[in-house]
């Protein structure tokens, strides 16, 4: 029983031993060819290039009616008559409600007749005055009488106009906000109206920007409801006074809208064109290396071989000062010089001195204009 254990602790001595021996070889041969190097990664590069960009300011802004109005009821009165249809256009005059009046209009009739009868009397004493029938005192009573007649049909006639609601310039309506036979008083809203050919763009910019602007500079905007369009303006209205709680100042600009497709209250983006072009140094955006501390790119360097073989390629991370922003491309103030070759995409997976391979065959197309597909 003894024998057998002891053979058996002999052989699983034997069988470590042998592993062993070839673990070691094993490991020997590794080191002998030198430190283990992985494979060089795979990279996309794109060239540093020198390029001429429009100088523009941007902004946000929002858009505002050139004229646009909540329609009220000047005066207390029942409403008879509805004349317009939510959303119609309409031209300046056009009638758009009609309060009772046939009170006004009973008046009026009484009215007109007192003024015949008073312009009778004052024709009457007029002629009778010419002849020194009456006296002066006489005729500048009924002169007086006449004068208050005609008063009181221009009164009664002003609160008929009151009660006659008319559009006060062409736009476009909303909402009715009345229902026939509602009784409204003086300042209830009728309806919006607003004028939105041409239409105003409010927007503010930094005080030391302001040396920059002046009237009629071109703009362009844009919106999320019209994407891919790009409309233009120009600045009609500079206002002289800086607010003091931001330090900008605000700025208007006015822009065609035949088709009526910009509104009242839309949030735009505006780009004011500045008559001077910027060269610049552009490398696509993703190829920075965002940081808190600084960003950077990777250059790809060339390294020489060893022992005569081929030149490889390595990456030096750079620091760089960057400017404007357009599109898929971002200007470089300072850091990198033209014709630089730098890595293009994934720039977060790669580390200073790693070796690499480029292979531009999925490399994206980067655009000054990009128009992305919404998928």
Do not use: C
């Not at 002003?158 to 559009?167: L, M, P």
């Not at 009609?236 to 009242?264: F, K």
């Not at 070759?341 to 531009?360: A, E, H, L, P």
């Amino acid at each position: 029983m003894k024998k057998k254990m002891f053979l058996a602790f002999l052989g699983l001595l034997v069988l470590v031993g042998v592993l062993g021996g070839i673990k070691f070889l094993q490991i020997k041969r590794m080191t002998s060819k030198g430190p283990y190097a992985p494979p060089p990664a795979t990279v996309t590069a794109a060239t540093a290039e020198s390029a001429t960009w429009e100088s523009r300011l941007t902004a946000v802004g929002s858009l505002e009616a050139v004229q646009g109005v909540t329609v009220t009821a000047e005066a207390k009165g029942k409403v008879i008559r509805v004349a317009f249809n939510p959303g119609a256009n309409v031209q300046h005059g056009d009638l758009l409600v009609q309060q009772d009046i046939s009170s006004e209009t009973a008046q009026l009739h009484s009215d007109q007749a007192t003024l015949a009868l008073k312009k009778a009397n004052h024709d009457r004493a007029k002629e009778l005055r010419a002849e020194k029938v009456v006296t002066q005192a006489a005729y500048e009573q009924a002169q007086a009488e006449l004068k208050q007649a005609q008063a009181a049909i221009e009164s009664i006639r002003s609160i008929i106009a009151k009660k006659t609601i008319r559009a006060p310039f062409a736009g476009r309506l909303g909402i009715r906000l009345i229902n026939l036979g509602q009784n409204l008083d003086g300042g209830e809203p009728i309806v919006s109206l607003q004028a939105l050919d041409p239409i105003f763009v409010n927007f503010s910019l930094p005080q030391n920007q302001i040396a920059q602007i002046q009237p009629d500079l071109p703009v362009r905007i844009t919106t999320d409801s019209l994407p891919g369009e790009v409309i233009d303006g120009r600045i009609t209205a500079i206002n002289p006074q800086v607010e003091e709680a931001t330090r900008n100042i605000r700025i208007q600009a006015t822009v065609d809208n035949e088709q009526e497709r910009l509104r009242p209250g839309m949030f735009v983006k505006v780009d004011v064109l500045r008559p001077e072009q910027n060269a610049v140094l552009a490398i696509p955006t993703t190829a920075v290396l965002y940081a808190p501390y600084s960003d950077s790119v990777f250059i790809v360097d060339k390294k020489p071989g060893e022992k005569g073989g081929k030149d490889g390629l390595v990456l030096r991370q750079q620091f760089v000062r960057l400017g404007a922003q357009r599109g898929d491309y971002v200007a470089v103030l300072s850091g990198l010089q033209k014709g630089e070759q730098i890595v293009s995409t994934g720039v977060f997976k790669y580390r200073n001195g790693q070796s690499v391979v480029v292979d531009n065959t999925l490399a994206p197309a980067f655009s000054l204009t990009p128009t992305p597909e919404d998928k």
